[in-house]
């Protein structure tokens, strides 16, 4: 039962460089998500897709870059990485439209910009 | 715009006893559903207890209960029989609309059980 996957797990990077952080499910969910999590915080959306070749922008988009190609992945593109964007990444998914079904989230990327 | 509301930081519970975290949200759609997740010091996102804005009674999970007032837009998580394994950050979260897509959260309480 993998659920959703996410790597890499811990990533160090200097400040300008780019990256790109994966996730996969395999639930057949249409509905994905990347929140970040700074520390002693809530998460924050960056941005959500309801299904291939569709995506749109959460609550702190900037600085970050998504596509949708298949149901089952949805990588995050970090350009020009700069010290704010420390934090941890959580991808997270659900099944069903609507406001029912509970997110299942991966097991968090947790990202240092120095 | 929908928001999430939790006041308190942290809260301490005798193991044992029960405890109450507080929540409020603001909306303006009628239908809109409401998550409880749970994250330990390990990191992850647990899922607790869901409540949807038609539903007539509160919900319930084992030891957690949601106290859902729509009047007053709260949605407390209650969390009886307190364990130490219960200590961890808790979030409040909201979906609205019946297209809803976006899932957004409180900022979390964190929760402290003591022996």
């Known amino acids: 039962n993998a659920g959703v996957t996410q790597t890499p797990k811990f990533r160090i990077l200097k400040i300008g460089q780019s990256m790109t952080l994966q996730c996969t499910q395999d639930m057949n969910h249409n509905y994905m998500y990347w929140y970040r999590q700074d520390p002693g915080m809530g998460l924050k959306l960056i941005y959500y897709?309801?299904?291939?070749?569709?995506?749109d922008k959460g609550e702190v988009p900037n600085g970050y870059n998504v596509s949708r190609s298949t149901t089952e992945d949805f990588p995050l593109r970090l350009e020009l990485a700069a010290p704010s964007q420390t934090s941890v990444y959580f991808c997270?998914?659900?099944?069903?439209?609507?406001?029912?079904?509970?997110?299942?989230f991966g097991e968090g990327s947790r990202l240092t910009v120095l | 715009a929908q928001k999430i509301t939790q006041t308190q930081p942290g809260m301490f519970v005798q193991e044992k006893e029960a405890v109450t975290l507080d929540c409020t949200y603001d909306t303006s759609d009628p239908s809109y559903g409401l998550f409880w997740y749970k994250q330990p010091s390990s990191g992850e996102m647990i899922f607790l207890i869901y409540q949807g804005s038609y539903d007539q009674q509160n919900a319930t999970e084992g030891r957690y209960s949601l106290n859902f007032q729509k009047a007053r837009k709260s949605a407390n998580l209650v969390i009886s029989a307190s364990q130490l394994g219960d200590s961890a950050m808790y979030f409040c979260a909201m979906r609205e609309g019946m297209a809803g897509f976006k899932t957004i959260f409180g900022a979390g309480t964190r929760l402290f059980v003591k022996a």
């Open positions: 897709s309801v299904g291939a070749g569709i995506t």
């Open positions: 997270a998914s659900h099944t069903r439209g609507g406001n029912t079904g509970e997110l299942f």
